[in-house]
Each structure stands twice: as C-alpha cells, then as structure tokens.
C-alpha cells in the first residue's frame, strides 16, 4: 500500500529557480525521509525528519513536516541541472514494525539550465 | 569502497525459470531489504531482514524467496510463480529500523 503520495507528479522549472515538492501520508509516523532518485539508478537518501520535529535544513534542501495535515514539503532552492531527478518521500510507522518503509510515486524534477 | 553491490545490472529470465539477484554489503548493517519498482511507480517492499538467519515477507512476498546466511549478503530469487517479474529490484540495508536506506544501484530484470 502507498502511504506517501508525492505533489505534484512532474515538475519542470528553469534553473536557479526554487523547486517545492509535497508529501502527504495517512497514517501516524516515526519519521519521513525524502530519497532522490537518478534515472535508472539506486535512490540516495537526502534528508530524515522525525515526528517531534517541524523543519530540518540540509545545504540547499529545507523539509517541513506537519504532522496535524499528515503532510511534508521538500524544497530545493537555487536549482542546478543536476538537480534533474525523482523525489520520493518515505514514512516509517509508528506502531508497526520500524522496518516497513513505504514510499510514495515520486515527483519528476527537471531543471532546464 | 563501502556500500552496496548488486548484480548483475540486467537479467534476463525464461519461462518457467528461477533466477537469483545477488546484493552484497559492506557497511557492517544488520538490516537489508529487497524492493520491486515498476515504471513510474514507488517502491514496494518485497522482503526485509533485521538480523541473519532471520527475515520477514513484505508487502508483495508472492513468488520471491530470500536468505540470510550471512551477515554482508542478502540475495533474492524470483522463481518461476512470480507471473509478472519485469521490474527494477532495489536492494537496501540500514543500522538499524526505520533509520535511513543504503541503495545499491538496481538489478533490471526482463523476461525472454
């Protein structure tokens, strides 16, 4: 079953150009993680938010997390062509098994430089 | 070089034929999993195991079968009751639950 469901499912924007991507969930979580994905290729783990917390920055990535919406935000600020990519969220349950990780269908980032 | 290895990049399967996925890490991690990704899809967990000798069915366990011997390898078999097997199979590990994934770079499988 699909817990994330990423928003929206593509996204193109020009590069140096901000980039928001949404999350929303329908059950409770110990934390949500956010994965980038290069076409063909293995995910990269970017950034873990855990429940008790509302917003975590790493380098240019900033992740919001609300748990009274059930819902998280990545954004990617001043963005660069390598930054072309799929943007999976990922919840862990809480109150299920820590090792039952679901992820959502992405979200499809092209930069065009 | 520590990570995660998995091989081979593309498989391709026959009818009627099991074939094996191998995943192999050396990050000293207890867990590993095993996920299926079809175009445009998410991931869905196909069986993870916390510790050797031990492992637990996921959410799509029909027609695949794992071990874990060893603590550095994980592999998968996709045997011939899996009717759909196409698909790019991930495979991960952890320290530890619910902290982040280590991917390895994908297995393609095809069938002839």
């Known amino acids: 079953s699909q817990q994330g469901e990423e928003d929206p499912q593509a996204l193109s924007i020009q590069e140096g150009e901000n980039a928001t991507m949404n999350c929303s969930y329908k059950t409770s979580i110990n934390n949500l993680q956010w994965y980038r994905q290069n076409s063909g290729r293995g995910l990269v783990h970017l950034i873990l938010?855990?429940?008790?917390?509302r917003e975590k920055h790493s380098g240019r990535l900033r992740v919001t997390l609300d748990t009274s919406k059930k819902s998280s935000s990545l954004l990617i600020t001043a963005s660069r062509a390598a930054d072309t990519a799929s943007y999976f969220c990922?919840?862990?349950?809480?109150?299920?098994?820590?090792?039952?990780?679901?992820f959502g269908k992405g979200t499809l980032l092209t930069v065009n430089p | 070089d520590g990570g995660i290895t998995q091989s081979p990049k593309y498989l391709f399967r026959k009818e009627g034929q099991n074939v094996t996925l191998s995943c192999e890490q050396n990050l000293n991690h207890d867990a590993m999993y095993w996920y299926r990704q079809d175009p445009g899809q998410g991931l869905r967990l196909i069986y993870y195991?916390?510790?050797?000798?031990?492992?637990q069915k996921g959410d799509i366990a029909e027609g695949y079968s794992v071990s874990r011997e060893k603590k550095e390898s994980f592999p998968l078999t996709v045997t011939s009751a899996q009717k759909n097997p196409t698909a790019f199979y991930l495979c991960?590990?952890?320290?530890?639950?619910?902290?982040?994934?280590?991917f390895g770079s994908g297995t393609q499988l095809s069938v002839l």
């Open positions: 938010i855990r429940s008790n917390e």
């Open positions: 990922a919840t862990v349950p809480s109150g299920g098994s820590n090792y039952k990780l679901t």
């Open positions: 195991s916390q510790i050797v000798n031990d492992f």
């Open positions: 991960a590990s952890s320290l530890q639950g619910g902290e982040k994934l280590f």
